[in-house]
């Protein structure tokens, strides 16, 4: 080998030890980009799902018409089509179901109202032979505005054989099923009017001409109220009839006076027939008080006859007798 040779391999290994290095990707670098990578996919795999109950974002659509055929479709408007004429001559021709006919839901006519503003409508009730008796009752009144006169025509709703009866003089009250409303404040004791001696009286001749076929109760009261027996109608039976004698005589007059608590409590009982048995005494019924009770009674066809004890003429006024009138009962005044 000559000196020039290898001076050249010489120079030749130089060159290729002092080339230039590769780049090569720092490991810090490859670490970043493999963990991003990860957690995209892990994220992807694992997305939380949807919320329920977020509204979804609106949709419009619609109904499209058209009429194919081989060559070319035609978008047709919604006036442009029509039934068949098969499907319309049968629609027309056959008969339709709507319910009864006007005049056959139209029922009696109404009673009319009188040209004067604010009157009532006036019909008779029932007949002595319907054993529904002859009674007026007033037209709806607005709240605290009181009741006008007139009356309206209200079929019996007797459950059961009905029968007549009358304490202190009062009108007959028709019906098969009596509560007695007896008030039992101080002022009705022996110590004030002794009503509630002459009523024990009174009741006891009025039951005695019922039977087991008619039903009855007595309720007494002054701020509170007490029943003759459980809270509700007792069938007139001797062994019931039995009850009260005792049931009067267990009687205190004592307190003050809640008429509306007794009222509601005998209505409540629907019966036909209540008697108010009080001296009318303070508080008496507020008008919106007043209003309700009517209105009850008149729901339920029950009339109230209303006996007001008192000392002296006959009062000039009196809720009483406004309550009787306006329920289809009678006013007895009873002075001592």
């Known amino acids: 080998m000559s000196v020039t040779t290898a001076d050249a391999d010489l120079r030749q290994l130089a060159g290729a030890t002092h080339a230039a290095p590769r780049r090569t990707v720092p490991a810090g670098t490859v670490s970043v980009v493999v963990h991003v990578v990860v957690f995209v996919l892990i994220g992807w795999f694992y997305r939380p799902p949807t919320p329920r109950g977020l509204p979804e974002p609106d949709r419009t659509g619609g109904i499209v018409l058209a009429r194919a055929t081989a060559e070319q479709v035609e978008y047709l408007e919604p006036q442009d089509v029509a039934p068949p004429a098969s499907e319309s001559a049968r629609s027309a021709a056959e008969p339709r179901d709507d319910g009864p006919p006007p005049e056959a839901m139209a029922g009696p006519p109404l009673p009319a109202l009188d040209e004067a503003p604010g009157a009532a409508p006036s019909v008779e009730i029932g007949t002595a032979a319907t054993g529904a008796g002859r009674v007026t009752l007033p037209g709806a009144p607005r709240a605290g505005q009181g009741h006008a006169s007139g009356s309206v025509r209200l079929p019996p709703r007797f459950r059961g054989p009905a029968t007549g009866i009358s304490i202190f003089g009062s009108g007959?009250?028709?019906?098969?099923?009596?509560?007695?409303?007896?008030?039992?404040?101080?002022?009705?004791?022996s110590?004030?009017?002794?009503?509630?001696?002459?009523?024990?009286?009174?009741?006891?001749?009025?039951?005695g001409k019922l039977d087991g076929r008619h039903r009855f109760q007595i309720i007494a009261y002054h701020h509170e109220r007490v029943y003759l027996d459980r809270a509700g109608l007792l069938r007139a039976t001797a062994e019931n009839q039995a009850k009260v004698p005792a049931f009067f005589d267990n009687l205190a007059a004592f307190g003050g006076t809640n008429h509306e608590l007794a009222l509601i409590a005998a209505l409540h009982l629907k019966p036909d027939?209540?008697?108010l048995l009080t001296d009318g005494g303070s508080p008496g019924l507020a008008p919106s008080q007043y209003d309700d009770i009517v209105a009850m009674a008149r729901r339920m066809r029950t009339t109230v006859h209303c006996i007001e004890f008192g000392q002296g003429d006959t009062p000039s006024s009196s809720f009483m007798a406004k309550l009787a009138r306006d329920t289809g009962g009678s006013y007895r005044y009873v002075g001592r």
């Open 191 to 207: 110590d004030g009017l002794d009503a509630l001696r002459r009523a024990k009286t009174e009741l006891i001749e009025a039951l």
């Open 273 to 275: 027939v209540i008697f």
């Open 172 to 189: 007959r009250a028709e019906g098969n099923s009596f509560v007695f409303v007896i008030d039992r404040s101080k002022s009705m004791g």
